[in-house]
């Protein structure tokens, strides 16, 4: 079993930035990727970050060059730094673990809203 737990939402004005925080326990070996999806109210979740544990990472178009998301292996953490933030990233935050099964954190809410 693997556990994850986010850390990192809040309120933001636009244009601003957070940086989202998941770590991971248990069995972590089993880990070969990592994900940071979003589910804003009355859309369907959808991922929008990705790293490999070689550290290859792609995202999807909509916030490709405003986040970053990146992997501190000696602390099991992933990060998502987002930049320039918008109204429509409003969503709650997920982290998402991947290997032989699937792992979720609880999510966290992001608010850009002034």
């Known amino acids: 079993q693997v556990q994850l737990v986010e850390s990192g939402g809040g309120l933001v004005q636009p244009g601003g930035s957070l940086r989202l925080s998941c770590t991971a326990s248990?069995?972590?070996?089993?880990?070969?990727?990592m994900r940071w999806y979003r589910q804003a109210p009355g859309n369907e979740r959808e991922c929008i970050a990705t790293i490999t544990n070689g550290g290859i990472t792609d995202y999807k178009d909509s916030v490709k060059g405003r986040f970053t998301i990146s992997r501190a292996n000696a602390k099991n953490t992933v990060y998502l730094q987002m930049n320039s933030l918008k109204p429509e990233d409003t969503a709650v935050y997920y982290c998402n673990a991947g290997g032989l099964s699937e792992y979720w954190g609880q999510g966290t809410q992001v608010t850009v809203s002034s």
């Open positions: 248990g069995s972590i070996s089993r880990i070969i990727i």
